[in-house]
């Protein structure tokens, strides 16, 4: 982290809630500074004007215009559905693209961005956050040096209970993505990390989902309540991946290797919790009674950017990396669009395995031109504006029926709490 820029990026933001924290890093950061911000909400914009009125920026609610504005890169804070037609549309236009989560909705949104990115030539990359955490990024180092040898089982865990927030990420919207999405769609914060960690392609998977679904029905939500994807890993090893709503919050991984394991603090051990890394590995694969035992926080956990950046810290390192690879750092470490649809497609691919009775499903490779072919013209999702045909259901047992006095409800929280 000590290469200084000779040249500041130009960067534009589209999402003043979620993109608030790259903002942040562009105002502090010594390659990046921040030009434009758009969104389609004015409320958003008017706080935005305000925040920013001391500052040389540049506010548009149209995003077509917004791409026409002169500057280097774009972030993606905009809805987790859109972000793949945004990218697009950004390279297009000759920016370099950071997407929040979710990459894309479908396979023919997967097969255009992969496209588009190797047409252009621009860096895209995938800001999956979790990665950047300081015990599983601690993880990844120590796993490339072979520290507990070749992976064999991995859990990762994001368990968000949202009910306390859904008027704040909803606004009341019935057809806000939240509402319409399915329980293994925003699957990469839990599994993101494992992928990061052993740069292993996901080759297959089996889905499941959680039915008991009270808290989200009286929220709006129509999907299941939480999502598990069993994953294959191409050189064998399984990975467990869990997340959705259950009532109490996790934030966990755990990597088991040949000569080894390491794991990141539980929440409710109140010990370090992700800024700790627990490390039991042996010299060698069957060296029993070898095992070095380490348990400590990461320089990473101790750092200012860790205290002042949201998710322990993860904001600033994963916009801090993909401006350096814009400069050319040969050392930035950014999730590319291969890997970013590595953590996306077992999520995908799990819902279809869940509809199809938990019957396994194999995980297309789209490095391979042959097999994007395939899939090209699929648009099976449950966003009834991009689906056309194949809409799917939303919940495994069909997409039920809200009364619109829930949304209603919903709405008049987030009026109450946005005027205040």
Request: hydrophobic fraction near 35%; include cysteine.
């Given at each position: ?5 000779s ?6 933001v ?9 903002m ?8 990046a500074?921040l ?28 995003y ?16 987790a559905n859109?972000?793949a ?7 297009k ?23 588009t990115?190797?047409q252009t ?50 606004y ?6 939240r ?6 769609f ?28 009270e808290?989200?029905?009286r ?15 191409e ?15 996790s934030i966990?991984?755990?990597?088991y ?10 929440e409710d ?13 042996d010299?060698?694969?069957g ?20 205290a002042?950046f ?17 400069l ?34 194999a995980i ?9 072919e395939i899939?090209r ?9 991009v ?26 929280i ?6 205040k």
């Open positions: 982290m000590e290469h200084k820029a040249k500041k990026i130009r960067v534009g589209i999402g003043g809630r979620r993109g608030h924290s790259m942040k890093y562009c105002q502090v950061a010594d390659n500074e030009v434009a911000i758009c969104d389609f909400r004015d409320d958003v914009l008017d706080e935005m004007r305000n925040e920013f009125k001391d500052h040389d920026i540049a506010f548009f609610k149209d077509d215009e917004f791409l026409t504005y002169d500057m280097d890169a774009v972030v993606l804070a905009n809805y859109e972000h037609p945004f990218a697009i549309k950004a390279m236009s000759g920016k370099h693209v950071f997407s929040e989560v979710l990459p894309v909705q479908t396979m023919k949104e997967a097969v255009e961005l992969i496209e990115v190797e030539g621009l860096v895209y990359a995938y800001g999956e956050n979790y990665c950047y955490m300081a015990a599983p990024y601690e993880m990844r180092k120590l796993y490339k040096e072979g520290k507990i040898g070749e992976l064999e089982y991995a859990e990762g865990e994001y368990v968000h209970n949202c009910e306390p927030i859904w008027p704040e990420i909803t009341g919207e019935e057809d806000h993505w509402n319409n999405m399915y329980a293994t925003y699957c990469t914060h839990s599994l993101g990390p494992i992928i990061h960690i052993s740069s292993l392609r996901p080759v297959s998977v089996t889905g499941f989902v959680g039915q008991k679904n808290r989200n029905l929220c709006g939500s129509k999907a299941d309540l939480f999502g598990i994807e069993m994953v294959t890993l050189n064998g090893a399984i990975v467990k991946s869990i997340h959705g709503g259950l009532y109490k919050n966990w991984y755990t990597v290797g040949s000569k080894g394991r390491m794991e990141c603090g539980r051990a109140r010990d370090g919790h992700i800024d700790k890394i627990y490390v039991n590995s010299d060698y694969s060296a029993y009674g070898s095992e070095k035992y380490e348990a400590y926080q990461p320089d990473q956990a101790s750092s200012e950017n860790t002042k949201g998710h322990g810290g993860s904001d600033f390192y994963s916009m801090y990396n993909f401006i350096e690879k814009i050319g750092n040969e050392n930035a470490d950014t999730i590319d669009v291969y890997e970013a649809l590595d953590m996306f497609l077992p999520g995908m691919f799990a819902y279809r395995s869940a509809l199809n009775g938990g019957k396994p499903m297309p490779n789209l490095r391979d031109k042959v097999v994007r899939w013209n699929d648009t099976a999702c449950t966003d009834p504006k689906a056309g045909d194949m809409l799917l259901p939303t919940s495994v047992s069909g997409t039920p029926d809200i009364d619109p006095a829930v949304y209603a409800h919903i709405k008049s987030w009026d109450t709490k946005k005027n």
